[in-house]
């Protein structure tokens, strides 16, 4: 079974993935507007002496841009090694105070005209996939790289508070990537490190995970 996509302009095999990993749900605009995330900060993870690592999560959608021609990287600020930034800042005005060219313009060469919304597909090991809407903004107000970033981590916390509810089961019996509740993955330690094309107006986020060592 998979979840039905009338009117879409991309034909990633949502049947074959969805057969084989879980079932496809879509998240539409007006679920989100309501959300207490969209009304609040979430506050990031403070350092504290303790060892980490980070780990980014496995995806097994197709990348069809090896050179990455459609990807758009998110960094912070003044750190030359720095290969993500923490969701925590991302989900602030303005994307974080340490986000490297928060007011470049994204998505140049789309029609805002046709569509003004990208998708934005989670692909979470043993959790069925799910998509939310990005807003791209208009001709005259496109979206910028710290607007993108925020509406890229809104999502993340909503698919987190939705595993935290159990909204969204788990398909897999494994620990190691587990989202919410006491043991598993907390919003926290989520870094965005990429943002690139499926294809058509499908994207997927790389995302790293800060572990305790």
């Avoid at 959790?127 to 607007?147: L, S």
């Avoid at 190691?176 to 994207?203: C, P, T, Y």
Wanted: with cysteine; hydrophobic share 35%.
């Amino acid at each position: 079974m998979s979840y039905p996509r009338p009117n879409s302009d991309h034909y990633f095999n949502y049947d074959m993935y969805n057969n084989t990993f879980g079932i496809h749900q879509d998240v539409q605009n007006h679920q989100l507007s309501g959300h207490p995330y969209f009304r609040a900060n979430i506050p990031f993870a403070q350092s504290s002496g303790t060892s980490h690592s980070m780990e980014f999560v496995p995806t097994h959608i197709p990348r069809p841009n090896r050179d990455r021609s459609s990807t758009i990287f998110f960094r912070v600020d003044n750190e030359w090694n720095s290969l993500s930034v923490p969701l925590g800042e991302c989900i602030q005005p303005n994307g974080g105070l340490r986000l490297k060219d928060p007011r470049e313009i994204m998505f140049q060469t789309l029609n805002r005209t046709h569509s003004p919304y990208l998708k934005i597909i989670i692909a979470w090991p043993g959790y069925n996939t799910v998509e939310y809407p990005i807003e791209i903004g208009t001709i005259a107000a496109p979206i910028t790289r710290a607007q993108l970033a925020r509406q890229i981590a809104y999502a993340f916390s909503m698919f987190v508070n939705s595993c935290n509810d159990g909204n969204f089961t788990r398909t897999q019996s494994s620990h190691l990537w587990k989202v919410g509740g006491r043991d598993g993955i907390m919003f926290h330690q989520m870094h965005l490190s990429e943002f690139w094309n499926i294809e058509g107006n499908a994207w997927c986020a790389s995302i790293g995970v800060l572990r305790n060592t």
